[in-house]
């Protein structure tokens, strides 16, 4: 039995994103280690996970966890146990119905205290159109769709494309397209799940996080210039590349600096965001192009996110211990249901 409102870092789930989840969840652990540990499995199944298991667990961006204990029941079982025992839900998760909303509608329907943007954020920001949408509506710069049927007129007007799924994070699924074969290859992709396609640009990609405050204010973290020896920031060149760098904060001229922190926080506050957040950029020459927004964004520690966190003087206790009293006092606070 839990004390009164208790910790439980809740780690795993269905995504493809589940490997981040699990290194995500070691981070949080090695702050809160008095946290209860629950692994939410692909077959829906949520076990109680000792410490040292988690612990012992290597090479976390390439090997599944498997917990080793019995499960106690599926989601919704686990999250009623949360809710009867006055526990916070820290989220440890990625992707998926943790990303997506589902998970946060969850837990708002039983008013039960969880970290990180509520269900109709993550709705937004999961649809990498929908969130482009949103976007470009408060005022950032975007890039045009291109529609599967016109893939090769673009080809022809752009050079060359990029592909990544509408609904995924942690970079899986991306394919630059340089030929026709390319093309039908994300035909192919698309027959599976639904894929988004851009102009491929050449740019210095950025990243910048937004950090709600437990007074409740709003501040954009500083920028992060990430370098990958291809180009291209893909799973790969995210989690297991050692040449991949994030420079903290990034070397951008002061406007640009200024640029991609006002329009993190135009697009935090635009998609209805809560807790934390980090948006994703490409900047071109002097102009600063949205990419996607992450309601709950990698917390490990190959994660940008604790970088800027510590480029702030935030340490990664005081962060976590924030989000939970912001979680508890929004669920005392929720009038939703």
Known sequence: MSTAQSVTILFGGPSRERLVSVAT???????LPHADL???????TVHVVPPEELLAHAQVFETPFEPKGAGFGD???????????SRVMLFGLHGGPAENGELPLMCEIRRLAFTGAGSAAGNIAFNKGAAKRF???AGLTVLPNIQLDEMERALGEYNTLLAKPLRDGSSYGLIIVRTPDDIEAVRAAAKLEEYLVEPFIVGVEATCGVLEQPDGSVIALPPIETITASGVLDYTAKYLAPTTQDICPGRFAPNISEKLMEDAL????????????????????????????????????????????????????????????LARKRAGQSQHF
């Open 25 to 31: 969840a070691q981070a949080l652990h090695a702050a």
């Open 38 to 44: 629950w692994f939410w499995t692909t077959d829906d």
């Open 75 to 85: 989601i919704n079982r686990a999250l009623d146990q949360a809710k009867a025992e």
């Open 135 to 137: 976007a470009s509506l």
């Open 266 to 325: 135009i697009a935090h506050k635009a998609m209805s965001c809560a807790g934390y957040s980090r948006s994703d950029f490409i900047v071109r020459d002097n102009e600063v192009v949205f990419l996607e927004l992450n309601t709950m964004p990698g917390l490990s520690r190959a994660s940008a996110y604790p970088v800027s966190l510590r480029a702030q003087d935030i340490s990664f206790g005081e962060f976590l211990d924030g989000q939970i009293a």
